[in-house]
């Protein structure tokens, strides 16, 4: 028997939730009839994953209704395993060698994915596992032309190694980032691939609507990305039916310790889903207050709802579309700043895309500039300066270090993940040079012209792909002649200091 956890809800609700899911209904239709589809509904990812905590194992189902909105016929589709890179013997361990002994807080741990088997309209595929680490899953079609579409089904078994990574199995999580086989990006007539890196976010992709339906043991509870549109409990299981439209990714965290504090405001519902923090409403007031800062700057945030989940993880945060990862040892100024700090990558990198592999600066630059900048919109602008000031001074530094060891040290930001060796220099380069250098362009051209700006790159590229010319492009257009500044900043041969 099922229990609706929502029977008060509106009538409102339940006609719109209707509506999405008839709208959804439709597109499938229409993709298995192979038809045209018009332009501004996009590809659907109908995902069933099982979570078994006897073996810490996911098995999955993906119907994925693709949509070819590329200007060429293809005849393969490729997949990103991003999983791949957790299983013994990876030649790309997501970690760093420097930080596994407190990412596997328990014993080294592997995971993996398992691709059981690909269908198309009921016929099952030959696929090849490739890429070089096994993090591609190439599946060669039919031709589908453009503007057509097809469903293609993939069956797998993900196994969560025990560790605080983005996926996998912490001391109070179950982190479940970068699950799913990804469809890659094609761009320029070929697939952007890439195996997974340690430095940076080694994950792009094209934005598209999700269909998902989580099931665990009844003990968890679990935060997404998306609406729950029907949450039921049934025979010591939980389940739970989400639906995301128009996001980056989909993420959840499932957790049997989670207590929960909520708000709202312009129609978000805002979660702050935490194992331990004493003061639970200061965070969620963060988060609250990031969202509105933000949609006032650069253009309202889109969806329906806003979680930051604590848990175990390697790093500060995690950004994924509606929900955010907080490393559950954070406190004050430091959980602060990255609650805001992973509120903004809701604008730069979930709503505007970019390709976070060859270009993070794109947005993580972006970014961490919209942490200080936060503070200043919300009238303290001692905490802006502040945070600049260290910014400035610990990019100075590391170059000045750099520069012991090397005097022709390169600070050039157009550079891809694989090129960047250590944490530091991965760091100082995206965030903090890229901080460095919108704050130049305020210093020089004034809030309100940047502000412009921003919002314009925000409308102009919302579930879209922006590129570092499309975001130069638009900046030069308010910010008159500020295209050979951000020219100097990226090729390095800016005198910083
Ligand atoms: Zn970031």
Known sequence: MKKKLYMNR????????????TLMFTMLVACNKNQSISDDVLSLYDILATFDDTTNTLTCREELCYINRESETLTELVFNLSPSAYREGAKFSPFLDSEKAAVYYDDISYGGISIESVNIEGAQLEFT??????????VPISAIATGKSLNIEICFTVTLPKCNGRMGVTNNTVNLGNFYPTLCVFENGAYETHPYYCLGDPFFSDSADYLVTLEMPEAYT??????VEESYVENGRR????????TRDFAAVLSKNFKVVSDRTNGININYCYISDASPQVALATAKRAIEVF?????DYPYKVFNVAQTGLN???MEYSNLVFINSTLKDAALEETIIHETAHQWWYGVVGGNQIKNAWLDEGLTEFSTAYFFRQTNNPERYSQIMAQTLSNYAAYVDFLKTQNPDVSSDMNRTLADFTTQGEYVIINYHKGALMFASLLDMYGEKKLNKALNTYFNDNSYQIATPQKLIDVLNTYCKGSDSLIQSWLDGTIIIG
């Open 129 to 138: 596992i490739g890429g070089e680490d096994e993090n591609l899953l190439i």
């Open 10 to 21: 509106t009538l409102v609700l339940a006609i719109v939730a209707a509506l999405i899911l």
């Open 239 to 246: 389940t739970l039916e989400i639906n995301s439209v128009k």
């Open 315 to 317: 790093s500060g945060g």
């Open 222 to 227: 679990a935060v997404s990305s998306g609406v």
């Open 295 to 299: 949609s006032e700057t650069f253009g």
